[in-house]
């Protein structure tokens, strides 16, 4: 189902199914279709592992009880992504002060202790390599770059579910993009290197 | 962006994706947090919709546990009686917590207890802070646990003239669902709602009541998806209940079986009076 349909319809048999105006709203339908996206989401924007689950447990328990109120002036995909970062903001801000983002030196650029990458390591070296960039950004501009560039969120979407205005987005997603640019050129230039 | 930029956020993308094991993991945990904290708001949801999910109908299971029990534990012959439950515990958060008292509302929810649910559909509860109306209690006296066990008994709940009347609406409304446990993981409901009463039981400080029904559990559900749980409550009502022997060696098999738990610090601390006496 498309997320568009998802926000006016999503009723399948055996669904909890919320009267929303002339259509219905279904919490499993919700759940089912947004729950790999959160997860994804959660990590990206440097939630670990460990707490992710409790996070998104967080997630839908919020959304379950405000699914009735959802008006649907949004899509429901950018309505559970603003309960998301809200969230993981809070989480962040809960734990201890982290210290200053590293800067990105190049042997976190690439772990040359590491085997080569292969079939099922190589995203899990990539993932790590794209971590580390993602923790040299700003918060702002990591949610920005995550929705828009790992999740293809529009900008308008990330505006609505950032609570910010689509121009300070697009801003934001430009800087991303040079830093991200940038790094990717300093990447391979050390997997350049490596493999010489 | 270059190709080999793509080919990293691709990556990333599907590194971070859960695992099936994961999800599983997360579901669980969901339906358990609700029927331990948000059952309240769930059952509102339910109230107001055609169906039951499997989330949403949390406070039906309650029934459905109570039915899965008399015929369960009547062959075990476990001194269990279905009554009236307490009111659900409320959300721990403190956000959670204020979204559910807005959705509150002051009627009482009632369920009858018929051998029809048995076999039926759970009767979704209108209200959190009633939620279920069946639950599981004690029949003997604590003071002699010994006593031969009565077999369950199911009866319905007393109502005054408008909850009785509110009880025929639901009923008849719930007719016209039978079919909505469909998306319900029945396997699970069950165990939960028995696992919370358990629970309820050792934070209102009648371990030999959570002992009575994680002593049930192998004969309730002898697949249990919560071993880990159950073992933990065990260990827990064990050292309240000062059978420090029996707890000592159910503490060590835990700690054996789930090494990284995060339930070992609540083990340890129920069992702290203990852990101290002994140093």
């Known amino acids: 189902m498309s997320r568009a349909s998802l926000a006016v319809a999503g009723k399948q048999d055996g669904d909890t199914d919320v009267p929303?105006?002339?259509?219905?709203?279904?919490?499993?339908?919700?759940?089912?279709?947004?729950?790999?996206?959160?997860?994804?989401?959660?990590?990206?924007?440097?939630?670990?592992?460990?707490?992710?689950?409790?996070?998104?447990?967080?997630?839908?328990?919020?959304?379950?009880?405000?699914?009735?109120?959802?008006?649907?002036?949004?899509?429901?995909?950018?309505?559970?992504?603003?309960?998301?970062?809200?969230?993981?903001?809070?989480?962040?801000?809960?734990?201890?002060?982290?210290?200053?983002?590293?800067?990105?030196?190049?042997?976190?650029?690439?772990?040359?202790?590491?085997?080569?990458?292969?079939?099922?390591?190589?995203?899990?070296?990539?993932?790590?390599?794209?971590?580390?960039?993602?923790?040299?950004?700003?918060?702002?501009?990591?949610?920005?770059?995550?929705?828009?560039?790992?999740?293809?969120?529009?900008?308008?979407?990330?505006?609505?579910?950032?609570?910010?205005?689509?121009?300070?987005?697009?801003?934001?997603?430009?800087?991303?993009?040079?830093?991200?640019?940038?790094?990717?050129?300093?990447?391979?230039?050390?997997?350049?290197?490596?493999?010489? | 962006m270059t190709d080999r930029a793509k080919e990293l956020l691709r990556q990333g993308r599907e590194a971070w994706q859960p695992t099936a094991q994961q999800k599983d993991a997360l579901r669980k945990k969901l339906v358990l947090a609700a029927a331990t904290a948000g059952a309240a708001s769930a059952a509102t949801l339910t109230a107001s919709t055609a169906k039951a999910s499997w989330l949403g109908s949390l406070a039906g299971w309650k029934a459905v546990v109570g039915v899965a029990t008399i015929a369960a534990v009547t062959s075990v012959a476990t001194p269990f009686v279905i009554s009236r439950m307490k009111p659900a515990e409320q959300a721990q958060s403190a956000t959670p917590a204020r979204q559910a008292r807005a959705h509150r509302t002051d009627s009482e929810p009632r369920a009858a207890a018929s051998s029809a649910l048995a076999v039926t559909a759970p009767t979704p509860l209108p209200s959190p802070s009633i939620a279920p109306a069946l639950a599981l209690e004690p029949t003997t006296s604590p003071a002699n646990p010994s006593a031969l066990p009565e077999p369950l008994v199911a009866h319905e709940t007393t109502a005054d003239t408008t909850a009785a009347h509110e009880g025929a609406q639901r009923r008849s409304a719930a007719g016209a669902r039978t079919s909505a446990t469909a998306g319900l993981p029945r396997d699970l409901g069950p165990e939960a709602s028995a696992l919370l009463r358990a629970n309820t039981a050792l934070r209102q400080g009648d371990s030999r009541m959570a002992l009575r029904i994680a002593d049930a559990q192998p004969t309730l559900f002898p697949r249990a998806q919560l071993r880990e749980e159950w073992l933990a409550l065990r260990a827990m009502a064990l050292c309240r209940a000062g059978d420090h022997a029996r707890a000592d060696a159910v503490r060590r098999q835990f700690a054996q079986r789930f090494p990284s738990s995060i339930h070992l610090v609540r083990i340890a601390r129920a069992c702290e009076s203990h852990d101290d006496a002994q140093r």
């Not at chain 1, 339908?29 to 924007?45: F, K, P, S």
């Not at chain 1, 967080?58 to 009880?65: C, Q």
């Not at chain 1, 121009?167 to 990447?187: M, Q």
């Open chain 1, 20 to 196: 929303h105006g002339d259509a219905t709203l279904s919490f499993d339908v919700v759940y089912e279709e947004n729950v790999d996206y959160l997860w994804r989401t959660a990590r990206a924007l440097g939630v670990a592992e460990d707490a992710v689950e409790d996070l998104l447990q967080e997630a839908f328990l919020i959304v379950h009880r405000r699914l009735h109120e959802f008006e649907g002036r949004s899509q429901v995909r950018t309505w559970v992504t603003g309960i998301l970062v809200n969230l993981v903001r809070n989480h962040r801000r809960s734990r201890a002060r982290r210290p200053e983002a590293p800067e990105l030196a190049d042997d976190q650029l690439v772990d040359e202790r590491a085997p080569k990458p292969d079939d099922h390591a190589d995203n899990e070296v990539a993932a790590r390599a794209l971590r580390a960039f993602l923790d040299a950004l700003s918060e702002e501009q990591r949610v920005v770059f995550v929705l828009s560039e790992i999740e293809e969120l529009s900008a308008p979407e990330i505006a609505t579910a950032t609570n910010t205005n689509v121009n300070t987005v697009y801003y934001r997603l430009a800087a991303a993009r040079k830093e991200y640019a940038s790094f990717v050129a300093r990447l391979r230039a050390k997997e350049t290197w490596r493999s010489a």
